[in-house]
């Protein structure tokens, strides 16, 4: 089953704690502290797999966690670092936020990843907490929670050819005539109703690969009809062959054919409007009027666009048109607008704090840091506690806060925890 869209929500592992703890030696009475970080939390990874061609897995399962960090031990023993997540996932494919709609990564090469949900750090064992004024720290931090999100991932086919042309005009026929590929034909309209990919082997080793993509009608830039599910698959072909049905059996008119799907693809993106084409003039076994293949060819002439008779049922024609093709792609230069770049997510900046009034009244504090703060505090343990103190004063919480109009008694809340205020 050919699935090209799918869903699934990745959640990164916890960094491991900190150890707190204190050396004990034979005569040293008064060993310091010795407590190991916690490990690294593994991270979500998706990678491009050329064995991989459809993302139906993802039908079945949607939810990926990786395994969190490893505590910290005694004797300044650092916790085991959590081994990644993979995940692979067919080559060409597109992977954006759900929430923010931004794209986090485009994996159009074989082994290309991208980390999609980082792994939290480990927390500091008690060693590093150790000073001139406090030589026994009780305390160690918590791990760092993990990242998650949902991501909305689509799959665009690799391809060097795709055969462009509405409905029925005869690409599914090609397809099977020049591979091994066996898409489904038939005489109705949207036979093909998912790409079809198929390798085509030429004399001395040569061979491309040809996909057959749905037909297109008109409003497909619209979304019209499989619409996007079609233009999305066209993006990354190199060369299209128009496939037009010229035997005129269906009162087809291939000039406005061609036209209205050039509109279509025009409409969608300039990049698929400048994509090179070259015409296969389709049914030419089924041509009872010469003069609609004449004026076909000299519309096309005008527009130096080359043209190729075909029957795709006997394969008259086919030979000339694949050795064309080949050639074309032999020549084929990638325009700078046509390189894929390696995409850079970047997380959508948010203010280091931000005060805002929930539904019960709480003034509710949200920002990375203080987040990260109260997530890897301990507090149960006394001396962490007065450094959350320390640190919440340094960040000038408080004023922040009486700007908001806190008064003395007022609930505080950070994610899950909640304090009451007292100046």
Request: hydrophobic share 35%; proline share 4%.
């Amino acid at each position: 089953m050919f699935i090209d869209r799918a869903r699934i929500f990745v959640q990164s592992g916890r960094g491991g704690d900190g150890m707190s703890s204190f050396r004990h030696e034979k005569y040293v009475p008064k060993g310091g502290p010795d407590g190991g970080d916690g490990g690294q939390g593994g991270s979500v990874i998706l990678v491009a797999d050329p064995n991989v061609n459809t993302l139906v897995d993802f039908r079945y399962r949607r939810l990926f966690k990786a395994k969190i960090g490893g505590k910290g031990q005694g004797n300044n023993k650092y916790g085991r670092d959590a081994e990644d997540l993979l995940i692979t996932v067919p080559v060409g494919t597109v992977i954006r936020e759900e929430e923010s709609n931004q794209v986090m990564a485009d994996l159009s090469r074989p082994g290309q990843q991208a980390i999609v949900a980082k792994g939290g750090r480990g927390g500091r064992g008690n060693w590093h907490f150790r000073s001139s004024s406090n030589r026994i720290p009780t305390f160690a931090e918590k791990g760092e929670p993990g990242e998650e999100r949902w991501l909305r991932m689509e799959l665009k086919v690799l391809a060097d050819v795709g055969l462009l042309g509405y409905p029925s005009v005869g690409k599914s026929s090609i397809l099977r005539k020049v591979s091994a590929a066996e898409p489904e034909v038939a005489a109705y309209h949207f036979t093909t109703l998912n790409p079809i990919l198929g390798v085509v082997d030429l004399p001395d080793m040569r061979s491309f690969v040809m996909a057959d993509i749905p037909g297109l009608i008109d409003g497909a830039a619209e979304g019209v009809g499989l619409g996007h599910d079609f233009l999305r698959h066209v993006e990354r072909t190199k060369i299209l062959i128009h496939v037009l049905d010229v035997s005129g059996m269906e009162g087809r008119d291939p000039i406005e054919d061609f036209e209205k799907i050039n509109a279509e693809l025009a409409k969608y993106s300039d990049k698929l409007a400048k994509k090179l084409q070259v015409v296969a003039a389709n049914k030419i076994d089924l041509l009872t009027d010469s003069a609609n293949m004449e004026r076909l060819q000299a519309y096309m002439d005008e527009r130096d666009i080359e043209v190729f008779p075909i029957c795709a049922l006997s394969g008259e024609g086919m030979d000339v048109l694949l050795e064309r093709v080949w050639e074309l792609l032999e020549s084929y230069v990638e325009t700078p607008e046509e390189t894929t770049e390696e995409v850079v997510y970047k997380a959508e900046d948010r203010p280091d704090f931000e005060v805002k009034r929930g539904e019960d009244g709480a003034f509710v504090i949200t920002g990375p840091r203080i987040e990260n703060l109260v997530a890897m505090t301990n507090f149960n343990d006394d001396q962490s506690l007065r450094r959350f103190q320390k640190i919440w004063r340094y960040m000038e919480l408080d004023k922040l806060l009486l700007e908001k109009g806190i008064q003395e008694g007022n609930t505080v809340r950070i994610c899950t925890m909640e304090f009451e205020y007292h100046q």
